[in-house]
């Protein structure tokens, strides 16, 4: 299945599937979430690519920032290099989810025709409507955290079939 973003020269490039949860709690008690994640491969397949690496070296880590994120820092050298077709995640929040790795991740994309792929879209950072989305989308992942700490979500986030951060406005 092709999509109209994606061209032969990103599928002759490798993809990198980026799978992280935030806290050692959801590592070990949202084994679905994780599942959901790893089966974003068969979308990467779908999608035609047959070279996939899946990084996962963050599980356990905030993306929030102020915490070393070995995968993602690979993910952003190996996309740098002009090696990277796509980056994956099931949610682009799991990407980050503060402004100066979310940003630097779409400019570096956009500088090297990189595709961003979630479970629902193809983003192609080069043009402006995709690019504006994306930055959108990272505002308010960035918005989202600052709500869920103040607000009483965090809690209810961790009690199966509360509101989870995907269904938050």
């Known amino acids: 299945m092709m999509h109209e973003k994606i061209r032969p020269h990103h599928l002759e490039r490798k993809a990198i599937l980026y799978v992280r949860q935030s806290s050692a709690y959801q590592v070990l008690h949202n084994r679905d979430s994780s599942a959901l994640q790893y089966a974003m491969r068969d979308r990467l397949v779908a999608l035609g690519w047959s070279c996939i690496e899946t990084v996962d070296d963050d599980l356990g880590r905030s ?8 995968g993602f820092d ?9 090696k990277v077709g796509a980056v994956a995640a099931r949610q682009v929040s799991r990407f980050a989810r503060n402004s100066r790795d979310w940003q630097q991740l779409i400019e570096m994309c956009r500088v090297v025709d ?13 043009p402006g409507n995709d690019r504006l989305l ?11 955290l600052v709500f869920c700490v ?10 199966p079939g509360a509101v989870n951060s995907s269904s938050l406005p």
Request: some cysteine; overall charge positive; hydrophobic content about 45%.
């Open 134 to 144: 994306l930055r959108l989308k990272g505002t308010l992942n960035e918005y989202e």
């Open 63 to 70: 993306a929030a920032g102020g915490v070393a994120r070995a």
């Open 150 to 159: 103040s607000a009483p979500c965090r809690p209810a986030m961790r009690r």
């Open 74 to 82: 690979r993910m952003v050298a190996a996309v740098c290099l002009g």
């Open 114 to 126: 990189t595709v961003l792929i979630d479970q629902e879209t193809v983003y192609a950072p080069s």
